[in-house]
Every structure is written in structure tokens, then in C-alpha cells.
């Protein structure tokens, strides 16, 4: 078996640095790289994409970034719905044929991961072509990955086994995987994007201090789904939820009252008000 | 399509790869070590081994950077505004607004230096004021303290001094409590990534977010493994700012959001919790502080009436009294590494009204907890790897080709190797003696209007030069006749911009000349514009990250020590030119050239620069320049590690290799810079100046003490009227204007602008989804931010990472775009210091107060508006 491009993304390292959409566009930008691609136009192309989330509500939050790329799919809808003008490298690749391709704007719409963009100058659809041309020419890392100052995006040349090996022991997933487009773009702590963490504070009313050691259940339908512990700031966070299950959450300190609420976290996580723990 | 050739570059936030093909830049690629390459350093600390990535993390700006070689906006050739007729009418209400004609590199020299001998017969010496962006291009040759420095030496002109606007408070306070004036107030930081890896357990970053601020500065992402690693051995991470900010997004485990000007509160507050309970190191500060006795009688409230407790905190700074606490308990029991600023120093919280004290605060807390002793330090996280400071290479400070003693740090050790037989020479009228503006000021300037500050600027020598005070005209010279403005637009950073547009167009001079190599914000305004190339187009030599002077050894901020031969990688484009070649045209109308030139060319000049360091002694001139770069090879193992401030904590010599305080500033080569000593809580120099009668009522003689903001939460009717605080921070995706706008890539970078309908990127405020509620706005909105200084319109970013009454926006747009009269009307292009005050941070501290800034902001109904401000 020959080694085939992947690319992993870890959603805990990426900070939105930009240094990828940057490399991106230095490498397309005005730069032809026949036969993979003709040149990205000055301005408006986006091959790499950085969505933004933020989770929870101040003064509890965290912020999430995902950079997304053509996911070179193994069984990608684009190629077929391409007649031919996209096609997979024995490496994995999925190029667009500049040269077949040209004229054909519904191809933009092919892509489920919104991966493909028109470029009006050149009349032809275009996106990251994993940087082919660099890869042939023995660069060990295409350019995004290249630049990444952080670590976040991490490309590996590796055969179709070890690469199982290694999705199944780091827990990466992929991006929508219910497409059923086999994905060679993998992502290490998806849990950030795709679910959710209830957070909150306690302190005690006695004497206003933060309420460290509660032991903190969630719980959904009666049976508890999670545990936490406050730190000494009060704190607690319970991540990888359901966005749009309600939950109750449970907070026990040792000589006070229990306090329970309840919680139906959004897609966009929840912190809870501030709960006061009062003497039992 | 030609062969591929490829070279090397160094930019303001790091060194490239150039791939050229037919005379055109292809890509910049960070630059990556290969295997004949110094190896790199590793550290044991708590049973692991920790060692850098063998290639440059530099800044996005500079990945990008080809697309501000070729932008769009690039001057091509010398301009003439149309209506400028310098033998008629010069027409200057005009600027701005009337437009330009190409003229010839001739008519254009011939027009400066006609104007400069005019000047000079008519008006003697210095009536040409000067003054250069703060970081355009780098290298040791072309940067301002270089070419353009021998220039201004040779015509005699009187600078502008710049205020020391990242740092601030530290020098205008903080020196005042620990000296340390070497590095205007900073702290030294080496051998602290070994020492924190090994001991700390715990970091508080207190208006510091170095994953934005490229470490401190220039140093791109170099230190963010060593936060990654601290984080990975457990060490918790504390931050203390309004905005959620993106390190805080990286490693935060807790985030406290103070309201602005309300961090002094906070500190005390943890200090009266460790007075009162008593977790605070009493020998330390019994033997190493003065002043400490009188200042716990302050925090405990025994001298005012008011303690300084956790719940008094609270309703100032809106941070809860029980976080207070549990943050100052957990301080206490931990070896803490104080993170204020970027480097040991700086932060925005030093830029902001009665911003002396905040420094104050932050030297206070750290000495409560020992600062000094193994894992407890101030320390920013972005400064301290083991590596050879005794390979000498200059940074850019050291004067370059200027060779100027008195007005660069070229005497310390550069001008004797690089002049060894004479041409070095400074400007006597650039003293205190002769003629000098202060940038703070410049709208002053050109409007004729007389005034006075204290200090020159980077008054860093000794404590007491920043109580000079200065006067615009100085004594027996003229107002500004004619201004030559060197490099990017200050319209974004500098206070009160509409200030700076009128002074263009409603002031005095007579003539404006403008150095810049894009048509961008205030090269808009100039009579003549002068195109510059930038550094791919011209030879040059630098270490990354290098400045030394006041930022002695800030190679430090990055893991390597890179030397950098920066290629002529393409021709200047158009007709543009290197900056030594336009100043060498205009030397030469001068009588100046051989002077200015000592018979070299540009690439002369970088292999003189070669010859007068270190690298002869490691490789040859012409592997150098075929290599393109050298990495210093790290301290040899047999060297010794010697922590910042260690000696100090230990009663010994000093043994960093700091080159302050100077021998002249202590007693026995021990101890700090200040008159006892010792960290001073009651300030020997404030009460020397005091006794002469300078008496700052915004910079008490003991601090820190809490004086509130003169534009803040306690500005009540001001406040009623704009309700929202706004900060200013300093940027991500550029370097202070240097590489916004100018049609860049970086435009398109999602946090840095917003594509707009209209076809225009429009510069991004920052508000809480509380904020924008309760104003109808959402997400994507236009808005208009304003207050009685002016209007700014912005795309909105509502967030959850803003305290709710404050707001955030960089400081740093390069555009200026004003709706309708220049300097009277709403600005498009995000020059959001259109809104903040021009008054000093206190009546003595010549710094700007951009973070102390009220407004308010409303949903943008374009055709409501009527242009005006």
C-alpha cells in the first residue's frame, strides 16, 4: 500500500492565528500550478475556511476555532458529479481539472462541506488542492500546515491502515460524518464543535466565599451522565453534552443545603447564574 | 516560466524563504532549519525534556507579507499633490482632499532639498520637523535608527520624539519603584522559561495576552510552545483582562474581567488579603523594600479611612469580592509568575488615565511574593531561553549605519566596530539643549501652537531625565517650517486623530513631505510623496526579533538567535526606491552625499555591518550571503544559568548580562537603580522631585495608590452620556498599522475586518451581547461608535468574551476614510483613536491614555448621516 495525504486538526490547538489562510493565499494567489489549479483571484478566495465558536455565556467561556480545507473525501460527491473534471490521486488528492472544469459553476454546489468556490476571473470552480503540485515536487507538508505556528494542523503521509490505527487511537473523527464521504481531513477534540458543557459557580452564603469541593452530578431522565468537582474558584464545567437535552444539575457541599437546577444547553453551551449554597 | 531561486528575508514578526521565479516573488515561506544548522537547546525540568520546533513561527502578517509587496496601494512613482505649487500656491487647507500628479524622481529631489536650503536660510536650523513610523521594514540598514537617522543627523532637523507608547506607565511609574529605566521600567527575564518550567506553579497574566502581541513583540508565535509546555505540567494559568483574550482562549483555566482603570483596586485588594492573613514573605520585603510600612497602612485603610478590601475591590472593578480572595489564596500558596503585559512590562492597563500606578501595583505584588526566587518572578512567558548572548550581532537600536552616539545605543558597543576609522556622528540639536518636538504633540506642532511636556520620549538613561521638561519652539528657534514624515500612518494609533488630520490641513507648514511606500492614511495629506520600496526590493542584514537599547537582547523572545541576510529579492517596483537611495538623492543636492554615503552603496553598507560582528568569526561573506541566514548555536552547557532578578533576591553582585543599571546608577554594583536600592513603595525620586517643586498629583510619592480615571466608571456625567468603556488594545494581524488595509490579504482575515455590502472591509469593535441587546444590535452590524471627539463607523462582533459596558478595538488601522471633510467627519476606515483623549496618562507622565476612552455606540443608518463627526 502506498502512503496517502491526511490531514488531523486539533480543534484544542488552533487559536485563529490565520497563519494557514495566509499560506493558502500565498501559494494560489496569482500563482498558476498546472495542471492542479490556475490562480486564485486577489481577493474573496477562501480554499481554508476558520469558523468560530464560542461556548458558554461570561464570565464563563471558551472559544473554539475550526479550520476547514476540501476534505478530500474517498468517496467524494464532487467527483461524482464532475463528469470527470474532478478526480482522486492515487494519494488521496481530489483535484478539480482546471481545464475540464471550466465553465461548470454547479460543480461549486457538489461539495456538502461548502469547500468549492467559483472564481469569476477565471471562470472556473476551485479549491484547495491538498498543494498537490509542493507534494509532488517533495515537500514533506503542504503550506497551511507548514505555517502552522501552533500544531494544530498536522499532516501525515501515511498508508490507509496506519492511519486507521492512529484515528482510532487519538479518537478522531470527521466532519459530518453521517455523508458517508469517507474524509481524509480528520479532527482530534471535534467534542469542542460538535457538543456542548453546562458550567456554573457556587459560593456559600454564610460567608461569601467560593464554594470549593462541591460535588457536582448531572443527570439526564433520572440517571447521572456526568460528575464534577468546584475548584477554588467555585467552578465547575462538564463538556461533551447533548446541545438541546435538558439536564439537572446537582450541587452537594458537606453542611449545606443541596441545590439542584436545571439545564437545557443550546448549541451554544450554557454557564449558569452564580448558585448560593445556604447552611443545612 | 524561469528556474525557481529562493533567498531569505526578515519582516517584523520573522524570517522567510523568498521564491522568485522571472523577477517575481512566488511564495514566503517560514523559514525551517536544516540539518547543517545549530542544533537546538533542550531543558530538563520535572523529568522531561523540552526543545523548541527546528523552524521560525512567525507572525500571519508575515506569511501574507507578499501581499503588501504587491498591493495594489504601492506608490509608484513621486507624487505631487496638484493643487501644491511650491513657488505659488501651496494651497494646504487642500490636504487630503485635492490629489496628486506623477513628477520625476528629479523634480522631486530637486523640490525637497530646494525646500530644506530655503527652510534653513529662512528660518535657521530645525525649523524642519521629522519624524518615522515606529516599525515598518526590518533590517540594520534601512530601519529608522539607520539611513534615515544618518540623514537627518547630516540636514539637521529636529526630531520628533516618540512617547514610549507600549510601555507607558512602567517607565512613567514604575521606575520609579524599581529603576530598571534600561528597559523603560521593564524587567530582565533570563534563563525564566527554565526557571518557571522547574519551579512555577501557577501564572497570572494581568493585561497580557502574548499569543496577539507576538510574545511582546516581533517574535511571531515563538514562545507559545513554552506556554503549551507549562500548561502540560500543570501549571495554572490566571488572566486578568476586560476581553477574554486569545492566549486566555488557549491555556485560561480562570478569567477575572476587571472594568478598565480598575486593575490598582483589584491589586490591592489581594494585597490586603495577603496582609491581613498574613501570606506574604515578611523577610523579603522587611529587607529588600522602603516604604513598605507606610504603604500597608494605606492598603489596610488606616491612613485614609478606607481598607482596601476584596468588597471595596468589587464595586469599583466589578470583580467578585470572593474571586478576589480565592485568587489571592491560591497565589499565595503557589510559586507564581506574575504575566503583566507583554515581556515584564507593557500591557495595555499601562495606556490609560493615572496608568503610573497600575505598574506600581503589579512590582508591588510580585515583591510581596519574592519576586526573584526560584518560580516566582515577573515574567510575561515570552522572554528567557538559553541562548549565547555573548555572540555579538547589533540589534536595530545600535544605530545601523547612522553611527549616532547620542541618540541611538550605537556607543555602547556597534559604532567602534562599525566606524573604526571616523563617520560616525550625531545631531547636537537633538538634546536637550537643541530643538525637539514630542509626538503626542504633533498636531501642536504644525499648528504653531506652543506647548510643554516632561521628558523626551525613551527616557531611559536615568530615573531623573524624565523630569526635563521640554518646550515647542525651544529656545531661540523656530515653529515647524516644514515637516518630513517618514513611513506608515499614525492616524490609527496616535490619541485624538482628528487632531492629526487638521493639523494637515488648518496648520502652519508650509511644506509636508512623506517618505511611505503605500498610499494609506495620513501619506494621503503630504504636498510631495517620496515612493519607498519595501525590504524584498533592497539588501539588508538583521537579527529576528533584535532590538536591543531599551529591549536589551528581545532575540530572547524567540527560541533561536536567527541572523538574517535579507536578499534583494526583486527589483524595486515602478519607480519606487530604497529609502537610502531617496535620501541619498536628496544628500546629494545638499552637498551631503559623501558624507551621507561614505562612498558605499546599500549593499556596502550590509557588508560592513557583516564585518563589524561576530559572524566572520563563524562563516564567510560569501556562504553567508549563498546560506542566506545563521542560527547562533545556544549557551554552552559549562555556561551557568542565571535567572532574572536572582542576585537581587540574594543579596549578590548582579550577574545577567544586562546592560543596566549602568555602574553609575548603584552603589557597589549591587542592588537596583533606585536611591535606596531597593524597591521603593515610598519613591525616593518622586519625593526628590516633589522637594523641587514637580509635584504630580496623579503620581503620588508612595504607591501604588488608587486614583480613578479621569475618563472612566467615576466620570459619572460623562459616563451618563457615553456609557461604554472602549480599550484599545495593540493589534493581532498587524504590526500597529504596518500591514492593515493597503487591499492586503489581511483584510479578509475574519477577526481583523468585515466585508461589508458597500464593498469596503470595515474595522471590527468588539461589545457583549448584553451591550448590543440593549442597542437593537446584531452580530455583522455597522455601527457608529462616537463621543465629542468624533465618530468612527465598524462592523460589530458580538461576543461573549466582553465584560458588558466594555467595549474593544484595536488600535492600529492604517486606513483613514472620512465620510466627508477630512478631520470633521465619521471615519470608515476604523481609526477608532479618533475617539480618545490626547491628555497625558497624569500631568507629569507624557504617555497616552488610549484605553481610558468613553463612548457611545448606535446601529449605522448611512443615510443618516450627515458627515459629520
Known amino acids: ?280 | 516560466m524561469g528556474e525557481v531561486q529562493r533567498f531569505t528575508n526578515c519582516t517584523t514578526g520573522g524570517p522567510v524563504f523568498v521564491d522568485v521565479e522571472d523577477g517575481k516573488i512566488v511564495r514566503l515561506v517560514p523559514l525551517e532549519f536544516d540539518n547543517t544548522d545549530s542544533p537546538s537547546w533542550v531543558i530538563d525540568a520535572r523529568g522531561k525534556k523540552f526543545t523548541p520546533p527546528r523552524k521560525a513561527l512567525v507572525s500571519p502578517w508575515t506569511v501574507g507579507h507578499r501581499s503588501i509587496v504587491y498591493s495594489p496601494k504601492r506608490i509608484l512613482t513621486p507624487l505631487k499633490r496638484v493643487d501644491f505649487d511650491p513657488k505659488g500656491a501651496r494651497n494646504i487647507g487642500n490636504r487630503g482632499t485635492s490629489g496628486y500628479e506623477p513628477i520625476s524622481w528629479e523634480e522631486a529631489w530637486d523640490m525637497v532639498a530646494e525646500e530644506i536650503i530655503r527652510v534653513k536660510r529662512e528660518f535657521g536650523p530645525c525649523a524642519i520637523f521629522t519624524q518615522p513610523s515606529s516599525h515598518q521594514m526590518w533590517g540594520n540598514v534601512g530601519y529608522r535608527f539607520s539611513c534615515y537617522q544618518r540623514f537627518l543627523n547630516a540636514v539637521g532637523m529636529s526630531y520628533i520624539e516618540a512617547n514610549p507608547d507600549s510601555w507607558e506607565g512602567w517607565l512613567w511609574g514604575g521606575a520609579h519603584m524599581w529603576g530598571n529605566t534600561h528597559r523603560l521600567g521593564n524587567l530582565e527575564g533570563y534563563d525564566l522559561l527554565e526557571d518557571s518550567l522547574k519551579n512555577t506553579d501557577m501564572i497570572v497574566f494581568w493585561s497580557s495576552d502574548p499569543d496577539t502581541t507576538q510574545g511582546g513583540v516581533y517574535a511571531g508565535y515563538e514562545s507559545l510552545p513554552w506556554r503549551r509546555w507549562l500548561k502540560g505540567l500543570g501549571v495554572k494559568m490566571i488572566f486578568i483582562d476586560p476581553y477574554f483574550n486569545h492566549t486566555a482562549g488557549q491555556i485560561g483555566d480562570k478569567w477575572l474581567a476587571p472594568r478598565p482603570g480598575t486593575d490598582v483596586p483589584l491589586a490591592l485588594a489581594i494585597a490586603h488579603t495577603w496582609l491581613t492573613e498574613g501570606t506574604y514573605d515578611k523577610e523579603y520585603v522587611a529587607t529588600k523594600t522602603v516604604g513598605f510600612e507606610e504603604w500597608t497602612d494605606y492598603v489596610l485603610g488606616k491612613s485614609d479611612g478606607q481598607p482596601k478590601t476584596p468588597e471595596w475591590a468589587e464595586v469599583e472593578s466589578g470583580v467578585l469580592a470572593r474571586d478576589i480572595r480565592a485568587l489571592a489564596r491560591e497565589w499565595a500558596s503557589k510559586k507564581t509568575m506574575l504575566a503583566a503585559g507583554g515581556l515584564a512590562g507593557l500591557g495595555g492597563a499601562a495606556r490609560q488615565a493615572t496608568g503610573a500606578e497600575w505598574p506600581r501595583a503589579m512590582i508591588a505584588l510580585a515583591t510581596m511574593q519574592a519576586l526573584g526566587t526560584p518560580g516566582s518572578n515577573l515574567w510575561s512567558t515570552s522572554y528567557g531561553p538559553p541562548q549565547d548572548d555573548t555572540f555579538f550581532f547589533p540589534g536595530y537600536t545600535e544605530g545601523g549605519i547612522s553611527g549616532d552616539l547620542g541618540n541611538s545605543a550605537a556607543g555602547k558597543d556597534f559604532a567602534y566596530r562599525m566606524f573604526p576609522r571616523g563617520g560616525a556622528f550625531s545631531l547636537p540639536h537633538r538634546s536637550a539643549e537643541g530643538s525637539i518636538g514630542y509626538r503626542l504633540r504633533t498636531p501642536e506642532i504644525m499648528m504653531h501652537q506652543p506647548n510643554e511636556w516632561y521628558g523626551k520620549g525613551f527616557t531611559g538613561s536615568h530615573i531623573e531625565a524624565q523630569f526635563h521638561k521640554f518646550q515647542y519652539p525651544a529656545p531661540g528657534y523656530s515653529m515647524a517650517q516644514m515637516y518630513y514624515r517618514f513611513g506608515g500612518s499614525f492616524f490609527g494609533t496616535m490619541t485624538e486623530t482628528n487632531k492629526h488630520v487638521k493639523a494637515y490641513r488648518e496648520g502652519k507648514v508650509p511644506f509636508v513631505v512623506s517618505q511611505a511606500i503605500w498610499m494609506e492614511g495620513e501619506a494621503k495629506f503630504a504636498d510631495v510623496i517620496l515612493p519607498a520600496c519595501t525590504n524584498f526590493e533592497r539588501w539588508d542584514i538583521g537579527e529576528w526579533a533584535l532590538a536591543n537599547g531599551y529591549v536589551t537582547q528581545s532575540s530572547q523572545m524567540c527560541n533561536h538567535r536567527i541572523i538574517v541576510l535579507q536578499h534583494k529579492a526583486i527589483e524595486p517596483l515602478g519607480q519606487s526606491k530604497s529609502d537610502y537611495e531617496i535620501f541619498r538623492g536628496i544628500a546629494a543636492r545638499l552637498g551631503l552625499e559623501g558624507m551621507y554615503t561614505m562612498g558605499r552603496d546599500e549593499l556596502g553598507w550590509v557588508k560592513a555591518t557583516f564585518d563589524a560582528t561576530d559572524l566572520p568569526t563563524v562563516t564567510t561573506w560569501d556562504d553567508f550571503v549563498k546560506k542566506g541566514y545563521y542560527v547562533v548555536p545556544p549557551r554552552p552547557a559549562d555556561r551557568k544559568s542565571t535567572p532574572g532578578m536572582r542576585w537581587f533576591a540574594e543579596d549578590r553582585e548582579r550577574d545577567t548580562p544586562d546592560w543596566g543599571p549602568a555602574p553609575w546608577e548603584v552603589v557597589q554594583n549591587k542592588g537596583l537603580q533606585t536611591q535606596s536600592g531597593k524597591i521603593e513603595f515610598v519613591s525616593n525620586s518622586l519625593k526628590r522631585a516633589e522637594a523641587t517643586g514637580l509635584v504630580d498629583p496623579e503620581r503620588p510619592v508612595m504607591g501604588p495608590q488608587y486614583i480613578p480615571s479621569w475618563e472612566g466608571h467615576r466620570t459619572t456625567d460623562l459616563k451618563a452620556k457615553y456609557p461604554l468603556q472602549l480599550i484599545m488594545p495593540h493589534p493581532r494581524f498587524t504590526f500597529h498599522t504596518h500591514n492593515d488595509a493597503k487591499d492586503s490579504w489581511t483584510n479578509e482575515i475574519k477577526d481583523h475586518r468585515v466585508l461589508h455590502s458597500d464593498g469596503r472591509y470595515y474595522w471590527i469593535m468588539r461589545v457583549s451581547s448584553t451591550d448590543a441587546a440593549a442597542r437593537g444590535i446584531a452580530d455583522g452590524d455597522l455601527i457608529r461608535a462616537f463621543n465629542d471627539r468624533g465618530s468612527v463607523i465598524l462592523s460589530v462582533q458580538v461576543t461573549e468574551r466582553m465584560a458588558p459596558g466594555v467595549a474593544h478595538s484595536y488600535e492600529s488601522c492604517a486606513e483613514y476614510d472620512p465620510i466627508g471633510t477630512p478631520g470633521e467627519s465619521s471615519d470608515r476606515g476604523g481609526c477608532v483613536n479618533v475617539l480618545s483623549s490626547s491628555r497625558f496618562i497624569t500631568p507629569m507622565s507624557s504617555g497616552m491614555a488610549n484605553n481610558s476612552c468613553l463612548i457611545q455606540i448606535e446601529k449605522y443608518d448611512a443615510s443618516l448621516d450627515k458627515g459629520v463627526a
Not at chain 1, 489549479?37 to 481577493?43: K, N, R
Not at chain 1, 476551485?126 to 494544530?152: E, N
Open chain 1, 1 to 280: 500500500m502506498a502512503k496517502k495525504w491526511n490531514m488531523v486538526i486539533d480543534l484544542a490547538l488552533c487559536n485563529d492565528c490565520n497563519c494557514c489562510f495566509m499560506a493558502d493565499k500565498d501559494e494560489f494567489t496569482g500563482n498558476d500550478w498546472a495542471p492542479f489549479s490556475v490562480a486564485q483571484p486577489w481577493e474573496g478566495a477562501r480554499w481554508l475556511e476558520i469558523e468560530r465558536k464560542e461556548r458558554g455565556q461570561f464570565p464563563q467561556i471558551q472559544v473554539v476555532h475550526k479550520p476547514g480545507i476540501c476534505m478530500h473525501c474517498d468517496a467524494a460527491p464532487c467527483v461524482d458529479a464532475s463528469a470527470g473534471a474532478i478526480y482522486k490521486r492515487e494519494d488521496g488528492i481530489v483535484i478539480i481539472d482546471p481545464v475540464k472544469a471550466k465553465g461548470n459553476e454547479a460543480l461549486v454546489d457538489s461539495c456538502p462541506y461548502g469547500a468549492i468556490s467559483w472564481n469569476a476571473d477565471a471562470g472556473v470552480a476551485q479549491k484547495c488542492t491538498g498543494c498537490a503540485h509542493l507534494v509532488d515536487q517533495g515537500w514533506t507538508q503542504p503550506r497551511c500546515s507548514q505555517a502552522c505556528p501552533t500544531g494544530a494542523m498536522q499532516f501525515v503521509m501515511a498508508e490507509d491502515a496506519e492511519m486507521a490505527a492512529r484515528v482510532a487511537a487519538d479518537g478522531l473523527e470527521v466532519s459530518k460524518p453521517e455523508l458517508g464521504t469517507t474524509p481524509r481531513v480528520y479532527y482530534k477534540n471535534m467534542y469542542r464543535w460538535t457538543k456542548v458543557f453546562v458550567a456554573g459557580s457556587a459560593y456559600f452564603a454564610d460567608n461569601g466565599d467560593c464554594a470549593e469541593g462541591c460535588e457536582v452530578t448531572i443527570s439526564k431522565d433520572g440517571a447521572a451522565v456526568a460528575t464534577a468537582v468546584t475548584n477554588n474558584y467555585g467552578d465547575f464545567l462538564v463538556d461533551k453534552l447533548e446541545p438541546g437535552a435538558e439536564y439537572t444539575v446537582a450541587i452537594q457541599a458537606a453542611g449545606y443545603k443541596p441545590v439542584e437546577r436545571k439545564a437545557a444547553p443550546t448549541a451554544a453551551s450554557l454557564t449558569l447564574p452564580a448558585v448560593a449554597l445556604e447552611k443545612a
